[in-house]
Structures are given as structure tokens and as C-alpha cells.
């Protein structure tokens, strides 16, 4: 059975920067779209990015865009969410799931929680002074 594990959380200043790593154990992650998801305290689970399998195509939400990178490295059977320029908002309890099927040209994590699965038990992230 794959189980997803999620680590690299803490606790941030605002401004600084966080690399999730989420790794693949029991199975191969090579088959699947990969996405990041986050849960704020009283708020519901959204999503925050996504990486294809084996094109890599990614997808961000608007409020990351350009201060997050999603990437993944297929023979490490892991995938990365590097956060940058992170602010109060960004606070939240991360995890990491996969949805499979044939490969997108687009993915998409929005309005897809019930499209992944595997998830991880999550990492917390906290930005604050």
C-alpha cells in the first residue's frame, strides 16, 4: 500500500522560505499526478498545487503563484513544494495526495479533493513574527 509522507513544516518569519518534501513509501509515485494541499485552522482544505508524472506540468493556485514551486523527482520517488515570500496566510497544516488515470495536459487542484487519495498525515506550517 503507497503512503505519502509529508515533512520540512515549521515555523517561519514572514518573508522567509520552506521546502515540503513528500515522499513515497510501499509504492511508485511515477504513475501519478502529485498534489499539494493545505488546511488553515477553522478552513477548510484547499489546494495549492499540482505536478503531472511524467511531463511535469505544474499548476498553481492564484494566491501562491509565483512564491511557490511545486517539482518532483521521479527516481527519489518525492515531491517538493518550495515556498518563498511566505505570509501569515500561508499558515496551515500541509499534505500531500495522488490522483492517477491518464496523464493531463493540465491538472488542477481546485474543487479535486475527492479526485486524490493516499493522503499523507501533513506537516504544519506556521508564518508569523
Known amino acids: 500500500q503507497l503512503q505519502l509522507v509529508e515533512s520540512g513544516g515549521g515555523l517561519v518569519q514572514p518573508g522567509g522560505s520552506l521546502r515540503l518534501s513528500c515522499a513515497g513509501l510501499?509504492?511508485?509515485?511515477?504513475?501519478?499526478?502529485i498534489g499539494w494541499f493545505r488546511q488553515a485552522p477553522g478552513k477548510e482544505r484547499e489546494g495549492v498545487s499540482c505536478?503531472?508524472?511524467?511531463?511535469?506540468?505544474?499548476n498553481y493556485v492564484d494566491s501562491v503563484k509565483g512564491r511557490f514551486t511545486i517539482s518532483r523527482d521521479n527516481a527519489k520517488n518525492t515531491a517538493y513544494l518550495q515556498m518563498n515570500s511566505l505570509v501569515p496566510e500561508d499558515t496551515g497544516v500541509y499534505y500531500c495526495?495522488?490522483?492517477?488515470?491518464?496523464?493531463?495536459?493540465?491538472?488542477?487542484?481546485?474543487?479535486?479533493?475527492?479526485?486524490?487519495?493516499?493522503w499523507g498525515q501533513g506537516t504544519q506550517v506556521t508564518v508569523s513574527s
Open positions: 495526495a495522488i490522483t492517477g488515470g491518464p496523464e493531463p495536459s493540465i491538472c488542477s487542484v481546485v474543487d479535486a479533493l475527492g479526485r486524490y487519495h493516499n
Open positions: 510501499g509504492g511508485r509515485l511515477d504513475f501519478a499526478t
Open positions: 505536478i503531472t508524472a511524467r511531463a511535469y506540468r505544474t
